[in-house]
Structures are given as C-alpha cells and as structure tokens.
C-alpha cells in the first residue's frame, strides 16, 4: 500500500514540476476559489437557518419539511403529467391529493 501512495505521489510531483502554463492555470483557479468562498460567500450569501432558529433541532426540522415539501410537490406535478417516478415517493404520502 504505501509503494502504490508513494508511486502516486511521485507521479503528480513530477507532473507539476514539469508543468510552466499549469502553474499559472492553477494559481488562477486557487485565486478564483479563494476570491468566491473566503469574500464573496460571507456578503452575498448569509446564514439564513443560523440567524432564523436557535437550535439544531429546529434546523433541521426546517429542512427535513423544505425538502419533503419539494418533493411532495414534484411527485403531484409528476403525477398529472404522468411520468410517476416510484423511487421518490415519500412513505404515508401515496394517498394524499389524490
């Protein structure tokens, strides 16, 4: 196992020593990250759950009902066009709104 990491590893290292556009390739994406989630994310995007409820519980209470709701709605649009997908039908909800 560790001659297959260190044969691994050896590969990328010599891959990047090798590389001249990569480098700069790479730095932009690095930059490009760094630029979206460490200054962009924290003013364009707040913690909304975080300011709205006090416990994790609630979270996730929250959550658990956006996501079954969604998918309530989706299986009933699904139903009335007619394409039924079984797999994402939610348990105890087959009877309602029919």
Known sequence: MQILCR????FYRDGF???RLGRTLWLII???????????K???????????FQSNDARAAFVFGQLSAASYSANRSSV??????RTSRL???EAAGR
Not at 7 to 10: L, M, N, P, Q
Not at 42 to 52: G, H, K, N, V, Y
Not at 80 to 85: L, R
Request: charged share 15%; hydrophobic share 55%.
């Open 80 to 85: 009335a066009t007619g394409q039924v997908c």
């Open 30 to 40: 690095l930059l490009k990250l760094f630029i979206l989630f460490c200054i962009v």
């Open 7 to 10: 044969k691994i590893f050896d």
């Open 17 to 19: 020593a090798g590389m």
């Open 42 to 52: 924290p003013f364009f995007f707040p913690d909304i759950l975080q300011s709205r």
């Open 91 to 93: 348990p105890g909800r």
